[in-house]
Nanobody, 116 residues
Framework: QVQLVESGGGLVQTGGSLRLSCAASGSIFSINRMGWYRQAPGKQRELVADITRGEITNYADSVKGRFTIARDNAKNTVYLQMSSLKPEDTGVYYC??????????WGQGTQVTVSS
């Protein structure tokens, strides 16, 4: 099993920045990919960014150039640096860890609110 704990959400004005963190514990040696999804009110959960253990990254088009995902394998932590935030970035951000066998584990979510 894997436990994921997110932190760093909050309220920020348009154009501001936030950094999310997600610390993993448990069967961490089986984690390959880690990343972030978000869910806005009334919308489906969507991928924001993810990163493999080898640090290959992938971003949603809507966040490219504004968000940066990074991973510290020694600390079993993944980060999401968010800059130039827009109101449409508002939502609950969920961290996930994907094991080598393909199963996924999720964090509890952290709220990000961008005011206009």
């Amino acid at each position: 099993q894997v436990q994921l704990v997110e932190s760093g959400g909050g309220l920020v004005q348009t154009g501001g920045s936030l950094r999310l963190s997600c610390a993993a514990s448990g069967s961490i040696f089986s984690i390959n990919r880690m990343g972030w999804y978000r869910q806005a009110p009334g919308k489906q959960r969507e991928l924001v960014a993810d990163i493999t253990r080898g640090e290959i990254t992938n971003y949603a088009d809507s966040v490219k150039g504004r968000f940066t995902i990074a991973r510290d394998n020694a600390k079993n932590t993944v980060y999401l640096q968010m800059s130039s935030l827009k109101p449409e970035d508002t939502g609950v951000y969920y961290c996930y860890g994907e094991l080598i066998g393909g199963s996924r584990w999720w964090g509890q979510g952290t709220q990000v609110t961008v005011s206009s």
